[in-house]
């Protein structure tokens, strides 16, 4: 509606507030686990070129060390695995070091345990030792690693009795999906687990608030196919992230239409879940 003239304007806008921010004092300074690719690494930018400082965690030096390369000093990053203990404490030194976490976004995550399709020949034919590995890799992450960094994340906030925590989970979240269902049972306890700490805050009036990110199919490099079921971009989702901050929301699905869908299949009873997850929610072992 407003024309290229305008976009150009609003990105000029954007880049003069992450210059300024980062010579006169950010906005509020967010930590970003999960910022080398992705819905992180534009979460990053979009938080940047809004004037606030960003501080980046992964495990990918040359993608972060690219990435302050294009956001200059209101990006920092550090090295770490949140599969591991080590990493608690990097974070930890982190956040010190940046002189305070306002917002923490937990990006992070994996599916090894997806599944191209759901067959008795592939059920009957599966390599069940690799699905094993994969699955308690999934767990790994998903949940040790999920829950590490938000103890993190938590710890801090309470003690300085504020902060915003924003989990990435998945429309995964809502019911479990035959094509890889750990990964949709991590992404319910990450829910899950983002629900609980946010009624512990209520009740405790502590100025906490805990925004769970539900996205679909996120346009990342690791999406191969091209019939995919409604693809949202990287862009779209950074925004989103970003307004759901904004906005201090509980719940918000990337985009609003996936919200309708998962509504949807909550419920719908197990013979329509089951064509339909058949049809629309099976994952290529390539999308990551």
Request: charged residues 25%; negative net charge.
């Given at each position: 509606?407003?024309?290229?003239?305008?976009?150009?304007?609003?990105?000029?806008?954007?880049?003069?507030?992450?210059?300024?921010?980062?010579?006169?004092?950010?906005?509020g300074?967010?930590?970003?686990?999960?910022?080398?690719?992705?819905?992180?690494?534009?979460?990053?930018?979009?938080?940047?070129?809004?004037?606030?400082?960003?501080?980046?965690?992964?495990r990918?030096?040359?993608?972060?060390?690219?990435?302050?390369?294009?956001?200059?000093?209101?990006?920092?990053?550090?090295?770490?695995?949140?599969?591991?203990?080590?990493?608690?404490?990097?974070?930890?030194?982190?956040?010190?070091?940046?002189?305070?976490?306002?917002i923490?976004?937990?990006n992070?995550?994996?599916?090894?345990?997806?599944?191209?399709?759901?067959?008795?020949?592939?059920i009957?034919?599966?390599?069940?030792?690799?699905?094993?590995?994969?699955?308690?890799?999934?767990?790994?992450?998903?949940?040790?690693?999920?829950?590490?960094?938000?103890?993190?994340?938590?710890?801090?906030?309470?003690?300085?009795?504020?902060?915003h925590?924003?989990?990435v989970?998945?429309?995964?979240a809502?019911?479990?999906?035959?094509?890889?269902?750990v990964?949709?049972?991590?992404?319910?306890?990450?829910?899950?687990?983002?629900?609980?700490?946010?009624?512990?805050?209520?009740?405790?009036?502590?100025?906490i608030?805990?925004?769970?990110?539900?996205?679909?199919?996120?346009?990342?490099?690791?999406?191969?196919?091209?019939?995919t079921?409604?693809?949202?971009?990287?862009?779209?989702?950074?925004?989103?992230?970003?307004?759901a901050v904004?906005?201090?929301?509980?719940?918000?699905?990337?985009?609003?239409?996936?919200?309708?869908?998962a509504?949807?299949?909550?419920?719908?009873?197990?013979?329509?879940y089951?064509?339909?997850?058949?049809?629309?929610?099976?994952?290529?072992?390539?999308?990551?």
């Amino acid at each position: 509606m407003f024309g290229g003239g305008f976009m150009k304007k609003s990105w000029a806008l954007g880049a003069l507030l992450c210059f300024f921010g980062a010579q006169v004092g950010a906005v509020g300074n967010v930590i970003v686990i999960g910022a080398s690719h992705g819905m992180g690494r534009e979460v990053a930018r979009v938080f940047c070129r809004n004037g606030y400082k960003v501080g980046g965690v992964a495990r990918n030096e040359i993608a972060l060390q690219s990435l302050r390369d294009e956001l200059g000093e209101s990006f920092s990053f550090k090295i770490g695995d949140i599969r591991t203990d080590v990493c608690r404490d990097t974070v930890k030194a982190f956040i010190s070091e940046m002189g305070g976490c306002d917002i923490f976004v937990m990006n992070a995550g994996i599916w090894d345990d997806a599944r191209q399709e759901v067959s008795s020949n592939t059920i009957i034919e599966f390599d069940w030792d690799k699905l094993l590995k994969d699955q308690l890799s999934t767990i790994e992450t998903n949940i040790a690693g999920f829950t590490r960094m938000a103890a993190v994340a938590f710890e801090y906030f309470i003690k300085q009795r504020k902060g915003h925590f924003v989990g990435v989970s998945s429309v995964d979240a809502v019911r479990g999906n035959p094509g890889c269902p750990v990964y949709s049972g991590t992404k319910a306890f990450e829910s899950t687990y983002m629900q609980g700490m946010r009624s512990a805050f209520d009740q405790t009036g502590i100025d906490i608030t805990v925004t769970d990110i539900r996205p679909g199919f996120i346009a990342t490099y690791d999406i191969s196919r091209k019939d995919t079921f409604w693809v949202e971009s990287v862009e779209d989702a950074g925004k989103g992230i970003f307004d759901a901050v904004m906005n201090k929301d509980k719940v918000v699905y990337i985009k609003a239409r996936w919200g309708l869908f998962a509504g949807y299949l909550s419920l719908a009873p197990d013979v329509v879940y089951n064509d339909v997850a058949t049809t629309f929610g099976i994952r290529s072992p390539d999308l990551g």
